[in-house]
């Protein structure tokens, strides 16, 4: 009888991962927090607005898949009202306003006025309002004490993210309490996120 022949052992075929199971290490605590502490939203698509590094971060499955220069407060980081401050902590999109506006359009009051902005894209020029421009997503605080009820509730602030008229500006703190983009920017991320996304606003640096 023929002595049995050693065989080659066969190549093993790679397992691929499932969608989304590679997440970023860098955005892993802030979606674990987010998981345990608010389990009725969804963390598949969240924002991370880094007050430090004046970026904000569109999350995807754990992976950043959008990033933009913003600006937040003049005045720092802070949750109470008539503070000029840009609050901390977790909030959702509580309404998407301008859709369909034109590019540089003005809003008072959460109203298209009918108006486009001059756009000031000169390194530190200022504006001769505060405008908020483009489009509008209002913030809502979900964290009792930081960011929400009281005299520290988000909303009630009229915390927005937005566009603005003063772009040469962006990359620095230079707002009154929002979060500022380009109005290019706004009008993308407008298209990209639902109300009820979650939104965390940190100091900590998320750019490593």
Excluded at 30 to 35: D, R, S
Excluded at 79 to 104: C, F, M, N, W
Excluded at 129 to 149: A, C, F, H, Q
Excluded at 184 to 202: P, Q, S
């Amino acid at each position: 009888m023929a002595e049995p022949q050693d065989q080659a052992p066969q190549a093993q075929t790679p397992q691929q991962a499932p969608v989304g199971a590679v997440v970023e290490n860098r955005f892993t605590p802030i979606l674990n927090e987010l998981a345990k502490n608010f389990p009725t939203y969804s963390t598949n698509k969240v924002l991370v607005v880094d007050a430090t590094a004046q970026k904000m971060i569109l999350v995807e499955q754990g992976k950043a898949v959008g990033e933009w220069v913003i600006s937040t407060a003049t005045k720092g980081l802070g949750s109470e009202k008539g503070s000029d401050k840009t609050p901390l902590g977790v909030h959702r999109i509580a309404e998407k306003i301008g859709a369909g506006a034109p590019l540089g359009a003005i809003f008072k009051s959460r109203q298209n006025t009918g108006q486009i902005v001059d756009i000031l894209t000169a390194p530190g020029a200022d504006s001769p309002d505060d405008y908020v421009t483009s489009r509008i997503m209002w913030l809502d605080g979900l964290e009792p004490g930081l960011n929400k009820g009281g005299n520290v509730d988000s909303k009630e602030r009229f915390i927005y993210i937005h566009g603005t008229g003063e772009e040469g500006r962006l990359g620095t703190p230079a707002s009154h309490g929002c979060i500022r983009m380009r109005n290019k920017d706004v009008i993308d991320l407008f298209e990209r996120v639902d109300e009820n996304t979650l939104v965390v606003i940190t100091q900590q640096r998320q750019d490593k």
